[in-house]
């Protein structure tokens, strides 16, 4: 398998950890969408990544759909799985990490911190979009918490699921620009220990965004 991904991206992060915890193999080949490249925009028109390339050349867009993908063609379902009650609480999960926590911190603090950068943008980063982002970022986190005294995964009680790697990943690449303030949020931070101690976030903290160095404590377990 072949992904085409970004490392700023949160939406390629959570492709990648469904991938690794799925079981599968797979290379990486980096696609900066911003600067357009005929070879992928013949791939994917829309010019976005996440794109799995599968090993038998079917190609799967967009990061929704490479893990509804995973979770149609797996036997052993690792991502979304239980009763349906069970399942929906992880679908509710996911898609508040990928839309709302998207819509009120991830588009204020990460695109005016790294992604406007990383489009060599001339425009400065909003301040005041920032402070309002780290207000919300706060409010969800608490949120999280508050669910983690009550299960030791984010959305279910017995093992990681897709909700716990959506959430993972937006928040290491938060992390990666020190904006948690770990000490205010003891159970989430045993949470994110969890996961970055699992084989598939390895990879994650030790790459690294050109032009961007990580937090002192992001690729390590002891913070």
Same mark, same amino acid.
């Given at each position: *398998?072949?992904?085409?991904?970004? /490392?700023?991206? /949160? ?26 490249? &005929? ?9 976005? +990544?996440?794109?799995? +390339?599968? =090993? ?36 509710? *999960? +996911?898609? #508040? ?16 911190? *790294? ?9 400065? /980063? ?19 918490? #508050? ?17 716990? *790697? ?11 620009? =020190? ?11 045993? #949470? ?10 390895? &990879? ?6 050109? =032009?961007?160095?990580?937090? /002192? ?7």
């Amino acid at each position: *398998m072949l992904l085409y991904h970004y /490392p700023a991206s /949160p939406f390629c992060r959570k492709a990648r950890l469904a991938l690794s915890e799925s079981g599968y193999e797979f290379s990486l080949r980096l696609e900066k969408t911003w600067l357009p490249n &005929p070879d992928f925009l013949r791939i994917n028109p829309a010019g976005e +990544v996440p794109v799995l +390339v599968t =090993g038998d050349d079917k190609t799967i867009i967009g990061h929704q759909v490479i893990c509804e993908y995973l979770v149609e063609t797996l036997e052993e379902q690792s991502l979304i799985y239980g009763p349906p009650a069970q399942a929906a609480e992880i679908r509710r *999960m +996911v898609a #508040w990490c990928d839309d709302k926590f998207v819509r009120e911190v991830g588009r204020s603090i990460l695109y005016e911190r *790294m992604i406007k950068r990383l489009k060599s943008s001339a425009v400065p /980063p909003d301040s005041r979009a920032i402070k309002a982002g780290r207000t919300h970022l706060d409010t969800h986190l608490l949120y999280f918490s #508050w669910l983690l005294e009550r299960r030791q995964w984010l959305a279910a009680t017995t093992s990681i699921s897709l909700a716990d *790697m959506a959430a993972a990943s937006h928040i290491s690449l938060l992390d990666y620009l =020190g904006e948690i303030k770990w000490d205010r949020h003891k159970e989430l931070k045993l #949470w994110y220990y969890r996961v970055k101690s699992r084989r598939s976030f390895a &990879p994650l903290l030790t790459e690294t965004i050109p =032009g961007f160095e990580p937090a /002192p404590t992001y690729g390590t377990l002891d913070f």
